[in-house]
């Protein structure tokens, strides 16, 4: 792994992806053994979260299912403030044990706006699962029952996450340098 150039920028090496299957691996236990006897709907957010969400959901051994929606609120490098949802929820989650699945939580806007219309509908218990947390850009607190790794407030692109639409198909997590 060496320094990339997407579009304008430079990225550095940061996650392997030995480091994040390893990783995905371990969060794939916990759930498997927190969710034991259950079938949980994991609700992964598009677009982002896709490459986690796939490898996360093949090394679960418990019953379960998966829908995507697509929610956004990045343009480019920050966040643009709105939170828009394109694709949304047509599952019925009443009662149901919900996993939401995301690639990222930065300031954490984006959930903040999203959980309520969930928990309006009434699922039996809800859990997020994300891969990257960035502590330090908290803005809206959310409780994240499983965290993959908790990096820095700096830009990472790769393992499903882009600048401006690039970078995606990378299998490790790049940082901007
Ligand atoms: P919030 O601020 O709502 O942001 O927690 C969550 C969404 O913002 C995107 N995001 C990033 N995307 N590299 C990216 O490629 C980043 O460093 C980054 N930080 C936030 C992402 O879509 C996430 O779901
Ligand atoms: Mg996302």
């Known amino acids: 792994m060496s320094i990339i150039k997407i579009h304008d920028k430079e990225f550095v090496p940061y996650l392997s992806a030995e480091s994040i299957r390893n990783r995905v691996n ?17 609700i992964a957010i598009l677009n982002g979260s ?4 796939a490898d ?5 051994t418990i019953e379960s299912e998966l829908c995507f929606i697509k929610l956004a609120s990045y343009r480019g490098m920050k ?7 394109s694709i949304g929820l047509e599952e019925d ?16 806007k984006t959930l903040h706006h999203f959980l309520p219309k969930l928990l309006h509908q009434q699922p039996r218990s809800l859990k997020i699962a994300t891969l990257l ?3 330090e850009a908290t803005q809206f607190p959310l409780t994240l ?13 790769g393992y499903g996450l882009d600048y401006d639409g690039l970078g995606r198909n990378l299998k490790e997590i790049y940082q901007l340098k």
């Not at 371990?26 to 994991?42: C, H, Q």
């Not at 896709?50 to 969400?53: P, R, T």
């Not at 009443?94 to 995301?102: L, S």
Request: glycine share 8%.
């Open 50 to 53: 896709f490459m986690f969400a």
């Open 93 to 108: 989650i009443f009662g149901k044990d919900i996993v939401i699945v995301e690639d990222i939580v930065d300031t954490g």
């Open 133 to 135: 947390h960035k502590p």
């Open 26 to 42: 371990e969060l794939a236990d916990a759930i498997n053994n927190d969710f034991s006897g259950k079938r949980p709907l994991f």
């Open 79 to 85: 966040s643009s403030g709105k939170v828009v949802t």
């Open 56 to 60: 996360l959901f093949r090394c679960l």
């Open 145 to 157: 029952d499983y965290i993959g790794f908790s990096i820095p407030n700096k830009f990472v692109v």
